[in-house]
């Protein structure tokens, strides 16, 4: 790592994080850049509509209310750059809102904007290119709720070149946030792959906040004292893109190989071919070395030319649906709420077929307390517990069929199950079902605009074209033989560390071998097939495992497992944030001696 350092602060995963770690990271972390990740593709849409009810809304507001309004004098003072992709689809409201604070706490801060990425105005010259889905190969949907190009790094860099302190985005790879600054600091080039890979895992790793802090950690009994204040990550960033992870000295949390590698690993697929707009990343070889208490050095990311293309995430509507629950408490709990929620859905079938207005499009009845995440793995005792939440879930091509589902759930306290209570007030709302598509448009088609103080800036690197090819997958689908002799089985989580995220309709486990030693075992037993078949009660799809050695880690990569995702899913964890807890109580064959020599 080179003697010089740019210290930057993750301050926040997503719109509704805890307010605490801007707070933390200003007063006590010492960074030179803050950054603030708050857009998802659901969340475009809802920034969409809020616009279209309001012309001065459709941005991140807790940006204005909760950050910059207290923090923006601090700020100033100790001279501390913010990017924020807060602007969502109104860039301008968002830098007026943030004008008028700068204003009355009677500090100068210059403020610059990167748009381009809302392709939403140009929706009828985007149907004229035949757009097809990335996955399916769909034709792009009659109503369109936000289309958003993912845009990269160099326009945020060029706005800090032209002396921004503040820089507003719309839609950005996440990542490009924490590699602008760097672009900016050391002259980064487009060509400058290996670094521009870097400063991706960088921003991979400070992106979400705590999670990369002990947040959500596999060994949450470690972290669990100081959870009110777990640090939020420092990344202090060399020249070459080697970077230490830490925090703010005196709060809660843990930096370790471990809780830097769940988070390397969070909502990736391939490793070895993780595209971004300006590069494409290799993470297999990465290491990460305890350099000292909470300070983990990271380093051995590599890059590839970036495709030519941007990934371009649109969204649509699709019908409407209803979630209902219910406690139901009493011997043969589960079999008492399963009967009511079949019930509940046999009764309003019919009246919806009176009405004619057809049946449910999908429905999900799920006993939460029985081990329903888990499926076929399910513990028998678990399905005799005393009290279980009935979860009912209905989608519906329209609002009256929604409203039906939703008066007749609550409409069945008094005449069906007894010992039956709320858990929540009131009924169930019908909620609008929003859609995720997702495809490729080329770069030359999305002209970036860059200004400051409301002045164009020149952008000399604004997109970064490559061959288009993304480099071969490194899916190890081969097993390492198996363990000869006698063997006993050793839960996965005393052997390795592990976290799972969401990719659309894709979750991917990540899973981290505690020693060296552990790694051939668990390779032997965690084949594609093993995993497939532990999650046959959620997966369509086919299962892939890919190697990273400098970790001595695994991802897995399980196709269609998440009932299509997001707001579109009735899965009880429709972003695949369980997973990862369940594969953990796994059975790992290992010959029977090596519990003992190993000490577990």
């Known amino acids: 790592m080179s003697e010089r350092a740019i210290r930057i602060g993750g301050a926040s995963g997503y719109w509704g994080d805890t307010a605490i770690g801007p707070f933390q990271l200003v007063e006590a972390g010492d960074v030179d850049y803050l950054i603030f990740d708050y857009l998802a593709e659901i969340t475009m849409s809802i920034l969409a509509k809020a616009r279209e009810k309001d012309p001065q809304g459709g941005y991140a507001t807790d940006f204005i209310s909760r950050v910059m309004k207290p923090l923006i004098t601090q700020i100033a003072e100790k001279r501390i750059k913010?990017?924020?992709?807060?602007?969502?689809?109104?860039?301008?409201?968002?830098?007026?809102?943030?004008?008028?604070?700068a204003k009355d706490a009677g500090v100068d801060l210059k403020i610059g904007t990167v748009e381009g990425d809302n392709l939403l105005p140009r929706l009828e010259e985007l149907r004229?290119?035949?757009?097809?889905?990335?996955?399916?190969?769909?034709?792009?949907?009659?109503?369109?709720?936000?289309?958003?190009?993912?845009?990269?790094?160099?326009?945020?860099?060029?706005?800090?070149?032209?002396?921004?302190?503040?820089?507003?985005?719309?839609?950005?790879?996440?990542?490009?946030?924490?590699?602008?600054?760097?672009?900016?600091?050391?002259?980064w080039r487009p060509d400058d792959y290996d670094r521009l890979a870097a400063g991706g895992l960088v921003g991979h790793v400070i992106e979400c906040g705590a999670q990369a802090t002990g947040g959500n950690f596999t060994d949450w009994d470690e972290t669990w004292e100081d959870w009110e204040n777990t640090g939020f990550p420092i990344a202090e960033v060399g020249a070459d893109g080697s970077f230490v992870l830490t925090k703010p000295p005196g709060t809660g949390g843990a930096v370790t190989p471990f809780t830097a590698g769940e988070q390397m690993l969070y909502e990736i697929g391939d490793p070895g071919a993780y595209a971004l707009p300006d590069v494409i990343c290799d993470f297999t070889g990465v290491t990460m070395e305890q350099a000292a208490e909470d300070r983990v050095l990271i380093q051995g990311a590599r890059?590839?030319?970036?495709?030519?293309?941007?990934?371009?995430?649109?969204?649509?509507?699709?019908?409407?649906?209803?979630?209902?629950?219910?406690?139901?408490?009493?011997?043969?709990?589960?079999?008492?709420a399963r009967r009511q929620g079949q019930a509940v859905l046999n009764k309003t079938r019919d009246m919806l077929q009176r009405a004619g207005l057809g049946d449910y499009t999908k429905t999900a009845l799920q006993l939460v307390g029985t081990e329903h995440l888990y499926g076929d793995q399910a513990r028998p005792e678990a399905r005799e517990n005393r009290?279980?939440?009935?979860?009912?879930?209905?989608?519906?091509?329209?609002?009256?069929?929604?409203?039906?589902?939703?008066?007749?759930?609550?409409?069945?306290?008094?005449?069906?199950?007894?010992?039956?209570?709320?858990?929540?007030?009131?009924?169930?709302?019908?909620?609008?079902?929003?859609?995720?598509?997702?495809?490729?448009?080329?770069?030359?088609?999305?002209?970036?605009?860059?200004?400051?103080?409301?002045?164009?800036?020149?952008?000399?690197?604004?997109?970064?074209?490559?061959?288009?090819?993304?480099?071969?997958?490194?899916?190890?689908?081969?097993?390492t033989p198996e363990a000869e002799g006698e063997t006993v089985e050793v839960p996965l989580y005393r052997l390795a560390v592990a976290?799972?995220?969401?990719?659309?309709?894709?979750?991917?486990?990540?899973?981290?071998?505690?020693?060296p030693e552990y790694l051939p075992y668990l390779r032997a037993?965690?084949?594609?097939?093993?995993?497939?078949?532990?999650?046959?009660?959620?997966?369509?799809?086919?299962?892939?495992?890919?190697?990273?050695?400098?970790?001595?880690?695994?991802?897995?990569?399980?196709?269609?497992?998440?009932?299509?995702?997001?707001?579109?899913?009735?899965?009880?964890?429709?972003?695949?944030k369980t997973y990862a807890q369940v594969l953990l109580d796994a059975p790992i064959p290992v010959p029977r001696e090596k519990p003992a020599e190993w000490g577990i």
């Open 82 to 101: 913010v990017l924020a992709n807060a602007g969502g689809v109104n860039l301008q409201a968002c830098r007026e809102a943030l004008e008028q604070v």
């Open 128 to 187: 004229g290119m035949d757009i097809r889905e990335m996955g399916t190969g769909e034709p792009l949907p009659d109503q369109v709720m936000s289309v958003n190009a993912y845009l990269g790094a160099f326009p945020i860099a060029a706005a800090l070149d032209a002396g921004a302190d503040i820089v507003v985005t719309g839609r950005c790879v996440d990542s490009a946030l924490a590699v602008a600054p760097l672009i900016h600091e050391f002259g």
């Open 303 to 336: 890059g590839y030319e970036p495709t030519a293309t941007y990934k371009v995430s649109a969204t649509y509507p699709d019908g409407f649906g209803c979630v209902g629950v219910f406690t139901i408490a009493g011997r043969r709990a589960a079999e008492k």
């Open 387 to 479: 009290e279980v939440v009935l979860r009912l879930g209905i989608h519906h091509p329209r609002r009256e069929g929604a409203d039906i589902f939703s008066k007749e759930f609550v409409g069945a306290g008094l005449s069906m199950a007894p010992g039956l209570t709320g858990l929540s007030p009131g009924r169930p709302r019908p909620t609008p079902i929003v859609r995720l598509f997702s495809f490729l448009l080329d770069k030359d088609a999305v002209p970036v605009d860059v200004r400051v103080g409301g002045e164009p800036v020149s952008v000399p690197h604004t997109v970064a074209r490559g061959n288009g090819v993304i480099p071969a997958g490194s899916a190890t689908p081969g097993p």
């Open 499 to 515: 976290r799972s995220g969401d990719k659309g309709d894709k979750a991917n486990i990540g899973v981290i071998a505690r020693k």
């Open 525 to 576: 037993a965690l084949t594609p097939a093993f995993v497939g078949r532990y999650f046959s009660h959620v997966t369509r799809g086919e299962v892939e495992r890919f190697d990273l050695p400098g970790t001595q880690a695994m991802n897995f990569l399980l196709h269609e497992s998440l009932d299509g995702g997001g707001v579109a899913s009735l899965h009880l964890d429709p972003q695949a």
